[in-house]
Structures are given as structure tokens and as C-alpha cells.
């Protein structure tokens, strides 16, 4: 007898038996749920340039004569960064694919979280990208008291407060969002943005302007250049499979 139940139990565990008792009559027949499409693979890549026309604005000096540990991290005047350009190329630029991938592609959230650091009374970087889901780690490498404190329209803000150095405060974002302001409460010169995406290909400006997007499927896509005091600027950009294709973005002091 107790070999037949153990032959029963088995057969009950082949066909599915030992799942939820409470499912209906005929759910193990029918179709599973659709799959969420997967990342498609790609082996596209976009390259380019962010220029700016004309004379480039100066940047507001900081003072920071009440924070003597901050001041000391700078050899010349600190001030604040909020155009950065050389030789006619524009940092800073938050790049990213705004429509083209395809409809349904999920991407996974990277396991590795984004860092941004409080460091000479300044955000480090200024302008980031994060996907959703993916942890954003704050630090403060000042020996002062910061407040940061992100105010979003379609995510969820915080305000954390780290008042010594060395600390770590992890968050996410559950939403895409172009941009998240990041703001000190202690420290009014102090701010950031981050763009929250749900997919993976957006860049940066570097300093000499450049940028890069790769792993994208072939395409057409509309890419959105968006800076923090000079607005936004779109350009359509068609990539062959395993290609790389040229963006060139302009901004000017009038955008």
C-alpha cells in the first residue's frame, strides 16, 4: 500500500499536482501567460558629438568661505558648473533613444548600483542616467553635514540626511523620469539630475562633447539631448545591425 501512494504522489508531481489546490478545474492545460519580450540583442552602436554655438556663458562663482574643508579641496575659486564648454563641445548632456526600440522589449535593471557623491560641496557626477529599479547609492566624501533631496514629478522624493563623512544611503526610482532634480537643503550651489529609463541606452557628454549608445537593435530611433540650463534637442538616427551610426547635436546660448 504505501508503495502505490508513493507511485500516486509521483504521478500527481509529474503532472503538476503539487502546485496551488486551489486552482480551477483545466488551468494546467491551457496556454501559460505570454512571456514578456526579452532584450533583443543588438550590435548597433551611436556615436556622437554635443556642440555649442557662440560664446559660452560664465559660470556663477561659489562661495564657500563657511565651508573652510570644502574650499580647501580647490586650488582657484570654486564655481558653479552648470555650462561646461571646450573647444565648442558641450558636457553634460544627458543623451538618450526617446522612441524606436521595440514595442513590449523589457531590460533588466543592472545589479550594479549608480553612485553619486557629495565631494568639494559639489554632486559627483552632476548629470547621470540609472534604469528604473536600479539603486542609486549616495555618498559624502565632505566632512559636512549634506541634505540630499531629490524632487521628482513622477517618482517618489526623498530627503536624507548624512552629516558625516563616509556614509552610504541607497534609494531607486520606480518610474521613468526625464529629469530627477537632486538638491542640497544645506548647501543651495548644490545640484544634480538623473534621468530614470526603463531601458539602457542613454550616455553622458563628455567633457570634449562625445558620447556613446551602444547594444541597440537596427533601427530608427529619435534621440533626445536634454541639458540642465539650455534645453532640449531631438535628432532621427538610423543604425544597420552590427553599423555605427553619426549623431551631431547642437545647443546655443539662446535654447
Keep these: 500500500m504505501k508503495r502505490v501512494i508513493a507511485v500516486a504522489c509521483g ?3 509529474a503532472c503538476g499536482g503539487g502546485g ?15 512571456a514578456p519580450a ?4 543588438g550590435g548597433a552602436t551611436i556615436s556622437g558629438t554635443v556642440h555649442f554655438t557662440g560664446t559660452a556663458p560664465a559660470n556663477p562663482p561659489i562661495d564657500m568661505s563657511e565651508e573652510a574643508a570644502c574650499k580647501a579641496k580647490y586650488s582657484t575659486p570654486p564655481t558653479d558648473p552648470q555650462i561646461l564648454v571646450a573647444n565648442g563641445q558641450l558636457a553634460n548632456a544627458f543623451v538618450y533613444v526617446k522612441s524606436g526600440l521595440p514595442a513590449g522589449a523589457t531590460y533588466p535593471a543592472p545589479a550594479e548600483p ?4 557629495q565631494d568639494g560641496c559639489l554632486y559627483h557626477p552632476r548629470v547621470f ?16 553635514l549634506h541634505n540630499i533631496k531629490a524632487v521628482p514629478t513622477a517618482n517618489r522624493g526623498f530627503n536624507i540626511s ?5 556614509m552610504k ?25 538623473v534621468g530614470v529609463l526603463p531601458h539602457p541606452f542613454f550616455a553622458v557628454s563628455g567633457a570634449d562633447g562625445t558620447f556613446t549608445i551602444r547594444g541597440l537593435p537596427a533601427g530608427t530611433y529619435e534621440l533626445e539631448a536634454w541639458h540642465e ?16 551610426a553619426t549623431a551631431e547635436i547642437s545647443f546655443g546660448p539662446s535654447a
Design 229 to 244: 540650463k539650455l534645453g532640449t534637442r531631438t535628432v532621427s538616427v538610423t543604425v544597420t545591425d552590427g553599423g555605427t
Design 114 to 117: 549608480v553612485v553619486i557623491d
Design 20 to 34: 496551488d489546490k486551489s486552482a480551477t478545474p483545466g488551468a494546467d492545460a491551457a496556454a501559460p501567460p505570454a
Design 129 to 144: 542616467g540609472l534604469m528604473v529599479g536600479q539603486t542609486l547609492e549616495i555618498r559624502n566624501s565632505d566632512p559636512v
Design 169 to 193: 544611503t541607497t534609494r531607486k526610482f520606480d518610474t521613468p523620469e526625464v529629469m530627477v532634480p537632486l538638491e542640497c537643503n544645506v548647501h543651495g550651489w548644490m545640484n544634480a539630475h
Design 38 to 41: 526579452a532584450m533583443p540583442a
Design 11 to 13: 504521478i500527481l508531481a
Design 162 to 166: 548624512q552629516p558625516t563623512q563616509g
